[in-house]
C-alpha cells in the first residue's frame, strides 16, 4: 500500500480504484498532472478483479464481473494495456423440451451451422432470417454508435442522423423492445433468448413503458461496434491489474485502504477527507473525480441523494470436477456451456417470472444464463486442474431486485439458489451437485450473491450493478459536455453511474480524464 502525504496537493484526486477510477488516474497521470487515487478496499479493481474464493484451490474466478465488451480498443492503446481478449466460438446455447424431447438453439460455430439449428428447433428458416435481420440492423447502429461513447456528448438529434436508419431508431429508441421481438419472431426460444440482452440487471418487462429495457440491450448489442462479448484472459483481474500497472508508471499514487469521506468544494480546488487505519488525512486538488456510484458522491458532498437504485441478478461462481452432461445428445457440453447457456430463459417464461417477483415472490422458475471461463481460457485453472477435467461455471440470475431480500436474506438466497439450480438440472441427464468440487475443507465449490450481498461487499447502491439506470448516450438536462459533470466546480462523477457508463468499458474514466484536460490549469 502506498500512503499519501497527509496533506498532500495534487491536480486531481480520484475517489474510488475501480476499472473507472484507474482509466482516469492513467490518463491523466500520462499527460502530467499529479494524481492520487483513494480506494477503500484493500486493493484496486473493484467489481472488476479475479480471486480465489474457494478454501485451498487454485482457481482464480472473475467473481463479480466477468466478461468484457464496451471497452474501447482507443483506450486499450491510449494506455498501452497489456492484457488479451478471446472471442468465444459459440454465442448462446439454449436447452428446451418439446413434444417430450430433449433439443436446443445453438447459435454460432459459423452461419450454416446456426441456420440449421434455428430450422430444426422451429421447422423453417423464418426465424433465423428474422435472426439476422435484427442483428444486421444492431451490427449497423453499434457501428455508428460505439464511436460517440469516447467523444462529447451528441445531443439526441445527431445521435439519430449519425445512426441514419429510421427503423433502426424506433427499434431501439422509441418503442418498447417487446414490440420488435414480437414482430420480428414467432418461436418462444427464439424471443427469449433476444430478450435476454434487454434484461441484465435489469428489472424490467419487455413493454415496460421507461424504455429502461431498451437501454440496457442497446450497450449489450453496440460493444466494440460489433456487440461481441470476450473473455479476458487470466480473468476480469488481468484488465484492472494492466489499468494499475499503467497509472503507477505514469506517475499516479494508487492508496489502497483509504476511504474518502468528505468532499469540500468551491473556489479554485476541492479538498478530500480521506480514512485510513491510522486516522484522518486531507488531499487538495483542482479536479476531484469520483468513481464510485451517484448515491456516494451525494454523501460526500452533503446533497440530496438520488432515487436510490435497486439491482436485481444473482450470481453463482462454481467450479466443477468436471462438465455436466446434456440430455440434448446433439450438442456437446464443451460447446453448450463455451458461449451463454440461457435457462429458464423462453419469453413468457421471463415475464412470468417479472411478474411474480414485481409481485413480490421468488420466480417459480427463475431465469439464469451460465458461461464457462475456462473453456475459453483455462490458464484461470491452477497446475493439474485443468488436465483432471476442472472447470469453473458463472451463472447470472435475472428478475430477482433486492427487496425480495430485505427479510431472511439468507433462507430466501438459499431457496432461490436451489430454484435456480433445479431448472439447470432439468436439462441435465445428473443433477449439478454431482459434479461440484469440494474445498480444502470438503465443502461444495459454489457461492451465491445477492444485490444484498453486492452493496455490502463492493457499495454498490441497492446491488445495482450499473450504480444506477444506464442512459441514452445522448445529451440531456443536465448531463454536461461529457456526462461526468457535476453541480460542484472541480468534482466529477468517473462511475458507471456516469451518462454512458454501466459494464466494464472504462468509458466514464476516460471522459472525465478528458473533461478534466479541456479545463486546462494546474
Known amino acids: 500500500?502506498?500512503?499519501?502525504?497527509?496533506?498532500?496537493?495534487?491536480?486531481?484526486?480520484?475517489?474510488?480504484?475501480?476499472?473507472?477510477?484507474?482509466?482516469?488516474?492513467?490518463?491523466?497521470?500520462?499527460?502530467?498532472?499529479?494524481?492520487?487515487?483513494?480506494?477503500?478496499?484493500?486493493?484496486?479493481?473493484?467489481?472488476?478483479?479475479?480471486?480465489?474464493?474457494?478454501?485451498?484451490?487454485?482457481?482464480?474466478?472473475?467473481?463479480?464481473?466477468?466478461?468484457?465488451?464496451?471497452?474501447?480498443?482507443?483506450?486499450?492503446?491510449?494506455?498501452?494495456?497489456?492484457?488479451?481478449?478471446?472471442?468465444?466460438?459459440?454465442?448462446?446455447?439454449?436447452?428446451?423440451?418439446?413434444?417430450?424431447?430433449?433439443?436446443?438453439?445453438?447459435?454460432?460455430?459459423?452461419?450454416?451451422?446456426?441456420?440449421?439449428?434455428?430450422?430444426?428447433?422451429?421447422?423453417?428458416?423464418?426465424?433465423?432470417?428474422?435472426?439476422?435481420?435484427?442483428?444486421?440492423m444492431t451490427g449497423r447502429v453499434a457501428e455508428r454508435v460505439f464511436p460517440t461513447l469516447t467523444e462529447p456528448l451528441p445531443t439526441r438529434d445527431e445521435l439519430r442522423r449519425r445512426v441514419d436508419d429510421e427503423e433502426a431508431w424506433r427499434t431501439l429508441f422509441e418503442e418498447p423492445v417487446g414490440v420488435a421481438i414480437e414482430e420480428r419472431f414467432a418461436d418462444?426460444?427464439?424471443?427469449?433468448?433476444?430478450?435476454?440482452?434487454?434484461?441484465?440487471?435489469?428489472?424490467?418487462?419487455?413493454?415496460?413503458?421507461?424504455?429502461?429495457?431498451?437501454r440496457c440491450f442497446l450497450y449489450h448489442v453496440i460493444g466494440g461496434g460489433t456487440g461481441a462479448w470476450d473473455v479476458p484472459v487470466g480473468g476480469m483481474g488481468a484488465l484492472t491489474g494492466a489499468l494499475a500497472d499503467a497509472a503507477r508508471a505514469a506517475g499516479a499514487v494508487l492508496a489502497t485502504g483509504h476511504e474518502a469521506v468528505r468532499i469540500d468544494s468551491g473556489g479554485r480546488t476541492a479538498e478530500v477527507t480521506y480514512r485510513t487505519a491510522d486516522g484522518e488525512g486531507v488531499a487538495t486538488a483542482r479536479h476531484v473525480l469520483v468513481g464510485a456510484s451517484p448515491r456516494e458522491l451525494a454523501a460526500l458532498t452533503g446533497d440530496t441523494p438520488p432515487e436510490p437504485a435497486e439491482g436485481a441478478q444473482l450470481k453463482v461462481n462454481m467450479l466443477l470436477k468436471r462438465l455436466p452432461r446434456l440430455r440434448d445428445r446433439s450438442v456437446d457440453p464443451r460447446e453448450a456451456f463455451a458461449g451463454t447457456f440461457h435457462i429458464a430463459e423462453g419469453y413468457e417464461q421471463l415475464a412470468?417470472?417479472?411478474?411474480?417477483?414485481?409481485?413480490?415472490?421468488?420466480?417459480?422458475?427463475?431465469?439464469?444464463?451460465?458461461?464457462?471461463?475456462?473453456?475459453?481460457?483455462?490458464?484461470?485453472?491452477?497446475?493439474?486442474?485443468a488436465e483432471r477435467g476442472y472447470h469453473t461455471l458463472t451463472l447470472f440470475g435475472l428478475h430477482t431486485p433486492a427487496r425480495l431480500f430485505a427479510d431472511r436474506h439468507d433462507s430466501v438466497r438459499d431457496e432461490l439458489l436451489a430454484r435456480t439450480l433445479a431448472q439447470l438440472d432439468a436439462h441435465l441427464t445428473t443433477p449439478l451437485a454431482d459434479c461440484l468440487a469440494t474445498d480444502a475443507e470438503g465443502r461444495p465449490c459454489i457461492e451465491a450473491k445477492t444485490p444484498v450481498d453486492l452493496e455490502r461487499d463492493l457499495g454498490l447502491p441497492g446491488g445495482n450493478i450499473f450504480h444506477r439506470e444506464l442512459s441514452w448516450p445522448y445529451a440531456q438536462e443536465g448531463t454536461g459536455r461529457w456526462g461526468v459533470e457535476t453541480r460542484h466546480p472541480g468534482v466529477l462523477l468517473c462511475g458507471a453511474g456516469a451518462v454512458r457508463g454501466g459494464g466494464v468499458s472504462g468509458v466514464p474514466g476516460h471522459n472525465a480524464a478528458m473533461a478534466v484536460l479541456e479545463d486546462g490549469g494546474r
Open 188 to 214: 418462444d426460444v427464439v424471443r427469449g433468448v433476444v430478450l435476454t440482452d434487454a434484461l441484465i440487471g435489469t428489472f424490467a418487462d419487455a413493454h415496460d413503458p421507461s424504455l429502461r429495457q431498451n
Open 352 to 385: 412470468a417470472a417479472h411478474a411474480e417477483a414485481e409481485a413480490g415472490g421468488l420466480p417459480a422458475a427463475p431465469p439464469s444464463e451460465i458461461y464457462c471461463h475456462s473453456l475459453t481460457d483455462p490458464s484461470i485453472l491452477g497446475p493439474g486442474l
Open 1 to 136: 500500500m502506498t500512503a499519501p502525504q497527509p496533506s498532500g496537493a495534487y491536480d486531481a484526486v480520484i475517489v474510488g480504484g475501480g476499472h473507472n477510477g484507474l482509466v482516469a488516474a492513467a490518463y491523466l497521470a500520462r499527460a502530467g498532472r499529479s494524481v492520487l487515487l483513494l480506494e477503500r478496499l484493500g486493493h484496486t479493481g473493484g467489481a472488476a478483479v479475479s480471486s480465489r474464493p474457494f478454501a485451498g484451490v487454485d482457481a482464480r474466478l472473475s467473481r463479480y464481473s466477468y466478461l468484457v465488451s464496451l471497452l474501447p480498443r482507443k483506450i486499450v492503446r491510449d494506455l498501452g494495456l497489456r492484457f488479451t481478449l478471446r472471442t468465444r466460438a459459440i454465442s448462446s446455447y439454449t436447452p428446451v423440451e418439446r413434444a417430450g424431447r430433449a433439443t436446443g438453439l445453438l447459435v454460432g460455430g459459423g452461419e450454416a451451422r446456426t441456420r440449421e439449428a434455428f430450422e430444426r428447433l422451429t421447422g423453417s428458416d423464418r426465424e433465423y432470417t428474422a435472426w439476422q435481420r435484427l442483428y444486421g
